[in-house]
């Protein structure tokens, strides 16, 4: 997604944000959203250990628009390539060391839109994806997703936005 292509009411990532998710490879320049979804963990262990060329495992992102009395739902299956656990620490007060690290990690993952990596498309769309988990028992909270149609070149300094959902732009259906 260029940046004419962010909606108006784009935002900031806060600083932490924005530092966390490019530490772990999340393109500059490119919007980010939130999203939620019915993710389950073993569906990311499937999608990474079980996937074969002849029959992909795909981790089943999906955006529901209501439009009117109907929803549109769209599609983002992403083949994974890559699972990075993202261990969070914790401490009694703010400014103070920490203690140790919480009982279920976040994950990172790394991959592809499933319909670019094997279809003829001119580009190939990656997709970066930081999974909340929720600390004490495991269950996927929310995440940041980013879909990456062409690297930006933008400055690595500059700050991540997020942007408003629909996504904007064409996809390649799923």
């Not at 083949?79 to 969070?88: C, D, M, N, P």
């Not at 690595?156 to 390649?172: A, E, K």
Request: aromatic share 10%; net charge negative.
């Amino acid at each position: 997604m260029t940046e004419s292509e962010q909606a108006d009411s784009a935002r900031l990532a806060t600083e932490e944000t924005d530092r966390q998710l490019k530490d772990l490879g999340f393109d500059p320049g490119i919007p980010v959203f939130e999203m939620t979804g019915d993710i389950e963990r073993e569906q990311i262990q499937q999608a990474l250990f079980a996937s074969t060329y002849r029959s992909p495992v795909t981790v089943p992102f999906t955006y529901t628009e209501p439009t009117g009395e109907s929803c549109d739902t769209w599609a983002m299956p992403m083949l994974v390539e890559l699972v990075q656990a993202v261990y969070k620490s914790f401490g009694v007060c703010i400014g103070d060391a920490p203690l140790g690290n919480h009982e279920h990690p976040d994950l990172y993952l790394r991959g592809w839109l499933s319909k670019s990596a094997f279809d003829p498309y001119p580009e190939t769309i990656r997709m970066h994806a930081l999974l909340r988990i929720e600390p004490d028992e495991g269950g996927i909270e929310h995440g940041i997703l980013q879909i990456v149609r062409h690297p930006s070149g933008a400055d690595p300094q500059s700050r991540l936005t997020f942007g408003d959902w629909p996504f904007r732009g064409p996809v390649p259906a799923a």
